[in-house]
């Protein structure tokens, strides 16, 4: 079984802090994405990554970056953290030659910023 | 800006009742339409896709149909059981395979 984890179930930061959320994934899946849950509003596209190095903004990039120096590792960096990103953050990861395309996906984090 | 804590659309239903779940999707281009269950404190996980050449798939105890003349996608749980209580996403995906999710539905079994 693919398995996806993110380092903090939850976090709790203050306002202007730099924070990184840390993603592993075991299978070795070519994709890797970062959304954001909040409620009502479903899962937010953030950036994602299809390769080592590489990287591209999904639809609310904004105030957020990324880093994959591994194939395995995708961390999600808020540069300076502010209130309205307190959410549910998830990372997954696919194989697009794989059928079903199917997305594996973290148990999340929820980050707190006061 | 965007608003927050929106309301989340939540069907109802009774042990045993079938289920039917609803989703408006907005691209043409999409190659394939997947459903997702997310239960409280996990991630979303795969339930079942459907691609766009497609109008029916039934898996086990979920079918999924597509009507590409409305932009329209629904999954039908058979037999509901208190189980299947989730919120249900539904998303499309493209050439580039990473999926575009819908706002979600919570579906509540009650026994």
């Known amino acids: 079984d693919v398995k996806v984890t993110q380092s903090s179930r939850y976090l709790v930061k203050r306002t202007g802090e730099k924070v990184f959320l840390e993603c592993v994934q075991d299978m070795d899946h070519e994709n890797m994405f970062w959304y954001r849950q909040d409620p009502g509003l479903g899962l937010r596209l953030i950036y994602f990554?299809?390769?080592?190095?590489?990287?591209e903004k999904g639809d609310i990039p904004e105030g957020y970056s990324v880093s994959r120096e591994k194939k395995e590792r995708f961390s999600l960096i808020l540069e300076s953290a502010s209130t309205n990103q307190t959410s549910m953050y998830l990372c997954?990861?696919?194989?697009?030659?794989?059928?079903?395309?199917?997305?594996?996906f973290g148990q999340g984090t929820r980050l707190t910023v006061v | 800006g965007e608003s927050v804590g929106l309301h989340l659309p939540t069907l109802s239903v009774q042990e045993g009742d079938n289920s039917i779940i609803n989703c408006a999707y907005s691209n043409s281009a999409s190659d394939y339409f997947i459903w997702y269950k997310q239960e409280s404190g996990k991630g979303p996980q795969f339930i079942i896709d459907?691609?766009?050449?497609?109008d029916k798939r039934q898996g086990q105890r979920v079918t999924v149909l597509l009507n590409k003349t409305v932009k329209h996608l629904s999954l039908q749980i058979a037999a509901t059981q208190p189980g299947d209580s989730a919120v249900y996403f539904c998303?499309?995906?493209?050439?580039?395979?990473?999926?575009?999710f819908g706002r979600g539905t919570s579906l509540i079994v009650h026994p």
């Open positions: 990554s299809y390769d080592v190095k590489m990287k």
């Open positions: 998303a499309e995906s493209g050439g580039s395979y990473i999926p575009t």
């Open positions: 997954g990861c696919g194989d697009p030659i794989l059928v079903p395309v199917e997305a594996f």
């Open positions: 459907i691609r766009s050449n497609m």
